[in-house]
Each structure stands twice: as structure tokens, then as C-alpha cells.
């Protein structure tokens, strides 16, 4: 992809880096990626060589540990890690999350208290929405924050946390004014060894190593500085970083597929049936023929999306066109991978077993394909009143 296709494109300094992330992956990611995927939590040997890439700190200013960049890298290192590494996929998506909501709504103190400790890899964050009742509707959160003096006391549930169990601290969505609705929600920075937070561990069909969590919230004291934004801000903050957040995860699946799919076709053309190779067979190339074609259609989606983020142009519909598109992709490619491979496919002892539960996964996080749909359908037909 060059900067002449559609307006955008990868640079000179972006193809450098996609190659310097790919050997990377290669090298330090790909060895015992099948093991790890079953452990629960990521070993920090591995974040901390995700972070000495820099990738933890791309987009954050360099006195934060930072690296000065674009979002077209970041894509970059997501997709390229989760060829090889699903997870080391997802958590490069830490600088567009959890370090840019403190560096945009957190005081100077918490800045950089906090971010720097992202970026190093030193401290793992979760984004803490969802609750048991609210999980799109992001507005009707029943979490509470009382403001006390210099603190405020939060209580309520918080559930199906990615990274819940094993993160040092937490973004917490709670209702300052209950009865304000989106305004009335701010965002918190919880310690999670704070007194009166518990957790616990979901058994999930994938995702294991970003295992999932609830916590409980029991009077938990947070001092007034650690509010990220003014009051009532918490819910447009969200919803904001959500636009390159679904970019990201899109691309953690293509990049899932790729890897598949790359696989896949080195498998079929030494697998023989009927004394030739499988790859000659129309009913195996085509189908995976067809698989490549959708995958590329969806990162000049993604990549288009993210060129667009990078210059201040709105692309929400395109954020949740991403969204949806890319773990459907993901999805149906892996699922033509494992049928390709047939029973070895099936086995435990085989990646794609693992890959296609992961793709299932990013189906649900952040928002499932039809509240994308409406997202798409409003900016589609906002001409009309009903809309």
C-alpha cells in the first residue's frame, strides 16, 4: 500500500516500521505463542519487550516515555503482532486507550505518575464501562461516585473487564449526577489495590491471557485529583477514543486471520489428497483465494479510517464500519483455515482452534456488529428526521 492509493498509504518511516515490528514479532513473539495462549495472564517478560519496541508509548509525548507518532503506526503494531500473537495484538492498543484518557483528561500529577509506568510496561490498565445491566449503553451506568471532601466514594459492579484480573489499575465510569443521564457520567483512575476492590476471574472460551473480570466497588476512596476531566465529562471522553479504539481491534483480527491464513495456504501445498497437492484443488484455493481478497478489502478499510483519524476528520461510521466488518472477516477466514486443516485444525494442539475463539471474541468487545450497524445507519440516513 502506497501513499497514492486512496489518499493515504504508508510512508516511508511506517513501511520501516511495519518491517521492524514484523521481525520483532518473528523473533521475540511467535516462539511459545501457542503455550502462552493458555496461560491466564500475559508474563511480563513478554510486555516488557513489547514496551522496549516502544510500542506501548506510540501517539504519548516523549516526556511521558513516550514516542511521538501517528495512528497508522499504531495499526501497524497491532496488526502485525496479532498475526503471530493475539494478545500482543490487543495490548498494543494501551497508548489508544488507557494512556490516552489520562493524558488527555488527567492532571499534570497523575500524568506523570501514571503514564510513564503504561508506556514502560510497568503497569498494566483495563477500561472499566460495562456493568451487569448496561453494556452499549455506555449512559446507563448504575456505578456510583459521591464526592466527600477532597475524595469521592465509589460503589457498584463493574463486568466482563478485559485484562481485569491481572492490571494494576483501572479507568472507572461512574455517575457523579444520576439523574443527568450521558452528562452526568466522570471517569476515575482506581488503584486496584485500593480498599474495597475485589475481583473476580471469568472462564471465558477465549482470550485467556487477557482474562476477564468483574470488580466490585465497596466504598472505594479516590481522591478528587485522580478524576480524569470535570465532572459529567466521563461519557463523551469514552465515547470519543472508542472511534480509533474499533479501528484497532479491527485490525487485531485481520492481523489474526493473516496469520491464519498464511498458515493455512503453506499447509495446502504440501498436503496431499488424490496424489497432488490440496492447493490444486479449486475447492481449497478458491475458498482461501476469496479469504485473502476480503482481508485486504478490510485493511484499506481500517488503514483509510485510521488516515483519516490522523488528520482531525470525522470517521466514526467508518470507525464502526471496522468494527463490524473486520472480526466477521476474522471469523469466517479462520473458520475456512481450521476446515482446510480438517481434524488437525480441530485439535488443541493446533493454533487455529485458539484463533477462532479469540476472533469470536472481538465480535462482542466494544460493542457487538448491530450497534455499529445503527452507528453506520444514522450517519447514513441523518438527512432524515427519524434518524
Given at each position: ?64 516515555g513516550g ?23 490487543v495490548l ?231 468494527k463490524w ?63
Amino acid at each position: 500500500m502506497t501513499s497514492d492509493e486512496f489518499g493515504f498509504g504508508f510512508s516511508e518511516n511506517q513501511e520501516f516500521f511495519r518491517w521492524e515490528v514484523r521481525k520483532f514479532a518473528q523473533r521475540e513473539l511467535a516462539p511459545g505463542a501457542l503455550e502462552r495462549s493458555r496461560l491466564d495472564r500475559m508474563p511480563k517478560d513478554i510486555l516488557a519487550k513489547i514496551a522496549g519496541m516502544g510500542i506501548l508509548g506510540l501517539n504519548i509525548p516523549e516526556e511521558f516515555g513516550g514516542v511521538p507518532s501517528d495512528f497508522i503506526s499504531n495499526g501497524i503494531a497491532v496488526e502485525e503482532m496479532a498475526k503471530v500473537d493475539f494478545a500482543a495484538g490487543v495490548l498494543g492498543l494501551e497508548p489508544a486507550a488507557s494512556a490516552a484518557f489520562i493524558l488527555k483528561g488527567g492532571a499534570d500529577e497523575l500524568k506523570k505518575e501514571w503514564i510513564p509506568r503504561i508506556t514502560g510496561g510497568d503497569t498494566l490498565c483495563c477500561l472499566a464501562i460495562t456493568e451487569p445491566g448496561s453494556g452499549s449503553d455506555a449512559a446507563a451506568l448504575k456505578a456510583r461516585a459521591v464526592r466527600e471532601g477532597n475524595h469521592y466514594i465509589l460503589d457498584g459492579e463493574k463486568t466482563a473487564i478485559t485484562k481485569g484480573m491481572q492490571s494494576d489499575i483501572a479507568l472507572v465510569f461512574a455517575k457523579t449526577d444520576p439523574n443527568a443521564g450521558a452528562k452526568g457520567v466522570s471517569c476515575f483512575l482506581v488503584p486496584l489495590d485500593s480498599p474495597g476492590v475485589q475481583r473476580s476471574a471469568y472462564k471465558d472460551m477465549g482470550w485467556h491471557l487477557l482474562n476477564r473480570a468483574s470488580l466490585s466497588l465497596d466504598g472505594v476512596r479516590v481522591p478528587v485529583e485522580n478524576r480524569l476531566g470535570r465532572e459529567g465529562e466521563g461519557f463523551y471522553m469514552v465515547m470519543g477514543q472508542f472511534d480509533v479504539l474499533r479501528i484497532l481491534f479491527g485490525l487485531a483480527g485481520l492481523g489474526l486471520a493473516q496469520g491464519s491464513l498464511q498458515q493455512t495456504m503453506d499447509y495446502a501445498k504440501i498436503r496431499k489428497a488424490f496424489g497432488q497437492p490440496i492447493a490444486k484443488f479449486e475447492g481449497v484455493s478458491f475458498k482461501l483465494t476469496e479469504d485473502a481478497a476480503y482481508i485486504e478489502a478490510a485493511r484499506i478499510l481500517c488503514y483509510r479510517a485510521l488516515w483519516l483519524h490522523d488528520r482531525g476528520i470525522r470517521h466514526s461510521k467508518e470507525s464502526a464500519m471496522c468494527k463490524w466488518w473486520c472480526p466477521q472477516v476474522a471469523v469466517n477466514v479462520i473458520h475456512d483455515c481450521l476446515l482446510t486443516h480438517g481434524h488437525i485444525g480441530y485439535s488443541e494442539d493446533h493454533p487455529l482452534e485458539g484463533r477462532l475463539r479469540d476472533a469470536i471474541g472481538l465480535e462482542l468487545a466494544d460493542g457487538p456488529a448491530d450497534i455499529m450497524k445503527m452507528i453506520i445507519s444514522r450517519a447514513l440516513f441523518k438527512e432524515f428526521p427519524a434518524f
